[in-house]
């Protein structure tokens, strides 16, 4: 272990994460479980990459057989990209209707902000003040952790993210009023309202307790102002709530372009940004844009074995079920930090916080103890003090039994 971080730190440079106090040296994963060096099985509760599960034999044998074929770019004509866009499109209402496809999330991200500058004519761009959505120089702009060298742009504004800790923090009409004067003051200083991008679930923002209709008063501003709305669906996207494939339906507003990036090729790196026609007209006309390796054959074939599974598994409905099983072990859990759980399929948040403030040191606590017992799980939040706990799809009502007795045992060690 000591001789694995001497030669991570000599050869990626400083300041490199890595989970937990003690990283953990992964060598092997099948379905919801890691493996280390040593031979100890892990729950995965943190990973949405490996969505239909690590190494689905589905998956793996299409990138194989389409490896051993064909790899290329899209310059030469090829029926791959056409048949997997026209399924993943009929997916999607509201006439998203046309994809690009790329490599990662944040260039999906990046895309989808250029097609919202050129359809509009404006600079203009909205996100929350505790979000992620990539690491691209222009989505870097959005995020939160680190300000951008120089400070930030003076065409964005971060308004307040939902926060239950702040009283009134998950009301709509709040945000929709913090989004209008955002927009007013970037018209004022002649940016101009290009776009609103957020994620419907607000997952890196905590996954707080907002309700559909949340986004109606901010959507109206927006549209009011001629700016688009980007739905950032790398975390809830395909299927992982439940009962709706994409998270803007679960919240109930009508994108004008939606992402996708980590779980679309199931650990494969392809990521996709589908738009209306009209917006990608305009994009297509200002941007001469091509990426080499995106919707190559077999990022495509990896793709498509992943919807594959989605359905011939029934993970959706399988999502659900264990979502409201999951639900109810957290709404049981009993300990004086807990400040609110939450569930939006397979996706869990348990936040905790003391006299009304943030106790990340609780909740880091909890992490190192799940780890101790063999469950990997993550945090959120702007304070890093929300428990956060989002396994692949395949995750079942046993593992839940099992991760929720684990998360009760491990919160009656952490200290009041």
């Not at 994963?29 to 034999?57: F, I, K, Q, T």
């Not at 959507?219 to 709706?244: C, N, T, W, Y």
């Not at 080499?292 to 594959?308: E, K, S």
């Not at 409905?317 to 300990?335: E, T």
């Amino acid at each position: 272990m000591s001789d694995l971080l001497e030669r991570r730190a000599a050869l990626l440079g400083p300041n490199v994460p890595t989970f937990y106090r003690e990283p953990v040296h992964i060598v092997r994963g099948d379905g919801v479980w890691l493996h280390d060096a040593e031979g100890r099985r892990y729950l995965d509760c943190y990973n949405n990459v490996p969505h239909v599960g690590h190494c689905h034999p589905k998956v793996v044998e299409a990138i194989a057989r389409q490896s051993a074929l064909l790899n290329t770019h899209t310059r030469y004509l090829h029926a791959g990209i056409l048949d997997y866009l026209e399924r993943l499109t009929a997916t999607f209402g509201h006439g998203l209707s046309q994809a690009i496809m790329v490599c990662t999330g944040s260039e999906a991200n990046d895309i989808a902000l250029r097609m919202a500058q050129a359809a509009t004519g404006r600079t203009g761009l909205i996100a929350t003040d505790n979000t992620y959505h990539g690491n691209t120089a222009a989505v870097s702009a959005l995020n939160t952790r680190r300000p951008p060298i120089g400070g930030w742009p003076p065409h964005v504004r971060r308004v307040p993210a939902p926060d239950g800790l702040v009283p009134g923090g998950c009301d709509g009409a709040a945000f929709g009023v913090n989004v209008a004067r955002a927009i007013r003051e970037l018209e004022e200083a002649g940016f101009g309202c290009a776009a609103l991008i957020l994620c419907p679930i607000f997952a890196n923002e905590g996954l707080p307790d907002v309700a559909p209709g949340f986004l109606d008063q901010a959507a109206a501003a927006v549209r009011k102002a001629g700016g688009l709305i980007i739905s950032d669906e790398v975390q809830p996207g395909f299927g992982r709530l439940g009962r709706q494939w994409w998270g803007h339906d679960w919240l109930g507003f009508a994108p004008d372009v939606a992402t996708m990036g980590k779980p679309m090729g199931n650990g494969y790196p392809v990521a996709g940004v589908v738009a209306r026609p009209d917006v990608m007209a305009a994009f297509r006309e200002a941007f001469g844009y091509f990426n080499t390796f995106g919707g190559n054959p077999v990022a495509c074939a990896a793709a498509m074995a992943v919807l594959d599974v989605i359905e011939e598994e029934g993970l959706m409905d399988h999502a659900a079920r264990v979502s409201d099983r999951m639900a109810g072990h957290l709404a049981a859990l009993s300990h004086p930090l807990i400040a609110g759980v939450r569930a939006r399929g397979l996706f869990f948040a348990v936040e905790l916080a003391r006299d009304g403030m943030p106790a990340p040191e609780a909740a880091e606590a909890v992490v190192e103890t799940m780890k101790a017992r063999g469950i990997l799980i993550g945090r959120i939040g702007r304070a890093q003090h929300i428990l956060k706990l989002r396994p692949p799809m395949p995750f079942g009502t046993a593992e839940a039994d099992f991760a929720a007795e684990a998360l009760a045992d491990s919160l009656q060690e952490v200290a009041v």
